[in-house]
């Protein structure tokens, strides 16, 4: 039988949570959206009603997996096993956190119910799904368990009583924990390409409640309720999600006024600047145009695929984006396929004016994004080198009442006026700033970080409104010019703090990688190991300390490691199987291949 060994990690972060004394592997925010993707990443489109997203954690260091017998596995009728500090962990093929953790709620329900076990479905105090059960029960509910998950590496890791370490279902792990009544249970899983590792931070919660007849008696609380809670106020209701029919509680699942429920969709602009035609009307139209500071570099329109890891990121890590717009007038990449949730948006379907058509910069398109038929009223605005670090919630980017939290860099903007020798980005900031000092009297000093920004599209019809000619001489400037705006960066976040519709947000982690200089190919293998970005930014620099074919050889490594889950919108190719999701390259299925029996 093949078995595979991982060599230790470091642990991850500080712990969190009353008894979250493991490897680091929490749930660190909540993020609770009833509409958004399901478990089953092979479904043409989102299904409805899918639950709790909550945000998580990842394993701090990804890992190289060794090909070596091991007894431990031996015991299971399967050869997909690998073992990684003393878990038995399944090879993952395909499924994002969220996607892993649903899969194994759904598999102890489809036992529990098989058996005729009552429980309930609650909402965890970090939303995390719990499982409630008769604690008189526990008994029978091992010998459940075990011959259920006989041959499957399912954990129970108990957070109270006695906390220490995990032990399998299949060896009765509730009896041999008996005073613990709140334990983390999941399948282990590693993904052989990035090295991507699920434990127990995608775990479900199992929790053994007391049913008295005048009191119900929890061991933790969660979203809703106390510990005690009085018989006669324990109304049950059910509640169909993750594809299954659940008893919960009235009100359990009800939006909560700390919950950010409302839609949000994603904005990326891009622009496949490799192309030959692409190339030549650029230079063609150029030749009439004074264009500052590096904004006739290369480097603003090189590309190599940053955009399909881009997406990936969103699929991975942020499954609560309804809805993706890709605003481009490049042809749509190969890799990428008809799917309800991706849609390529030309600048004629959103332009107000499209005799200003074509245009080859930035600022122009950003300055319509408002017009995009059928955006939500929240999205987010992010560049293609733009990714998600590891699984985000969207109270990282709107308060509940949809308050925008924009991310402030450290950069000043310095003194001086817009200048045609400076950079587009530097002049947009400084007549930003002259709009924004006009119209309430106040001096804005500091950039905006290089992440995807949360924007309202109401807030954006009011900012033209205000600044009409603005908008206009800045969407029909076809290339950067000194006098343009900058909505996205950073008019409008300062316009929505100084109106009481935006604040600074603190809490984010976030990191600029300038992937042409020599110390980027050290950042990213740090970032690699550690996944301890919110979100991070490789950005193509105009003054190159490494070769091209150096950069885009690590740059290309870096993404597909450290992103290794296929969307499913994106097309089969000979690197990756049809499936959607699947993570296998013909590399790792030659390895797997070779794998000795036993």
Known sequence: MATRDIPEAQ???SNQGYADTFD????DTDAFRPDSVGFDSSDPEPPTNTGLIPTLSLSSEPELVLITPDARTRRFDRDDLVVRKGEIALINGHYTPHESMVKDLVAVYDALTAAGIDFLLVRGDHNRPVIAVDRKRRKEITKVLSRAFANEPFYAKPLDGNVSQQFLLADGALMTLRKSSVFRVYR????PIGRLRYGAQTAFQLELWRFGEDEIIAPVENALMRTRLPRSEARETTIDLYGRSWLTLQNMFDDLASDVSFDIDLVFS???????EFQRERAKRMKAYVIGEGDDSDARFRQIDELK??????YMFAPWIRRIFIATDSPAPDWLAEHPRVTIMRSEDFFVDTSVLPIHNSHAVESQLHHIPGLAEHFLYSNDDMFFGRPVGP???FSPGGVTK???AATRIGLGENDPTRSGFENAARVNRALLRGRFGKVTTRHLEHTPAP?????LLELEQEFPEDFSRTAASRFRSATDISVTNSLYHYYALMTGRAVAQTQVRSLYIETTLRIALRQMNHLRKHRDQDMFCLNDGSRPEISTEVRRAAVTEFLELYFPIVAPWERASPATSAEPGSAWSLGARAVRAELPTA
């Open 406 to 408: 924009f991310v402030e």
């Open 11 to 13: 642990p991850e972060t």
């Open 455 to 459: 924007m309202r599209r109401s807030v």
């Open 188 to 191: 282990p899983r590693i993904e």
């Open 395 to 397: 109270e990282l980017f």
């Open 309 to 314: 890891y881009a997406l990936r990121s969103v």
């Open 270 to 276: 891009w622009v496949d600047g490799s192309s030959d």
């Open 24 to 27: 680091g592997d929490i749930f």
